[in-house]
T-cell receptor, first 114, second 117 residues
Framework: AQSVSQHNHHVILSEAASLELGCNYSYGGTVNLFWYVQYPGQHLQLLLKYFSGDPLVKGIKGFEAEFIKSKFSFNLRKPSVQWSDTAEYFCAVKTTGGGNKLTFGTGTQLKVEL | GAVVSQHPSRVICKSGTSVKIECRSLDFQATTMFWYRQFPKQSLMLMATSNEGSKATYEQGVEKDKFLINHASLTLSTLTVTSAHPEDSSFYIC?????????????FGDGTRLSIL
């Protein structure tokens, strides 16, 4: 079965710092990849997704992620974070043949300080 | 705005009570909905896939008789935690995928925090 690893559990940054959150998955076949964000007290929202094509994906709010197939990775980046980016970030994978089931990573809690 | 509505947002009840959680897709008809469970500081774990008009598909280790799922219409799935005990206390989240168009992501409800005393 596939699994998803997010190595950073808690990240604290100052405003304007650059962000990179790691996501690695284990599955040998074709995958669809997602990053979701959960702001305090809100539901999970899609930040960006990769299905095929350009491995550098741009999402909402200035986030981007790069799919590196050889590394089984889909790291999330933002060049300059804002206080409002404080949230929990989840990487998720959907495999072909797995229906529409998502496997989530354990999440990364990001705190951006003023 | 939200496209998946989940109700209630919070439930506190005594041990032995059965609790029903509703999940509604607001803008689309969902033949499939998903139920997740999230423990503190852990990831979302898929419990089951709810299929409209047929039986739910449960993940390994999830008790079917404990977590009853009914998907009676194209916009509503319910999860009933039967005879709930303190170990069932958790955060339950539903999601649904808009079937219109390719490569649509899942939309998530706000979640239900269940606390069993």
């Amino acid at each position: 079965a596939q699994s998803v690893s997010q190595h950073n559990h808690h990240v604290i940054l100052s405003e304007a710092a650059s962000l990179e959150l790691g996501c690695n998955y284990s599955y040998g076949g074709t995958v669809n990849l997602f990053w979701y964000v959960q702001y305090p007290g809100q539901h999970l929202q899609l930040l960006l997704k990769y299905f095929s094509g350009d491995p550098l994906v741009k999402g909402i709010k200035g986030f981007e992620a790069e799919f590196i197939k050889s590394k089984f990775s889909f790291n999330l980046r933002k060049p300059s974070v804002q206080w409002s980016d404080t949230a929990e970030y989840f990487c998720a994978v959907k495999t072909t043949g797995g229906g529409n089931k998502l496997t989530f990573g354990t999440g990364t809690q990001l705190k951006v300080e003023l | 705005g939200a496209v998946v509505s989940q109700h209630p947002s919070r439930v506190i009840c005594k041990s032995g009570t059965s609790v029903k959680i509703e999940c509604r897709s607001l803008d689309f008809q969902a033949t499939t909905m998903f139920w997740y469970r999230q423990f503190p500081k852990q990831s979302l774990m898929l419990m089951a896939t709810s299929n409209e008009g047929s039986k739910a598909t449960y993940e390994q280790g999830v008790e079917k008789d404990k977590f009853l799922i009914n998907h009676a219409s194209l916009t509503l799935s319910t999860l009933t935690v039967t005879s709930a005990h303190p170990e069932d206390s958790s955060f339950y989240i539903c999601s649904a995928r808009d079937p219109r168009g390719e490569n649509q992501p899942q939309h998530f409800g706000d979640g239900t925090r269940l606390s069993i005393l």
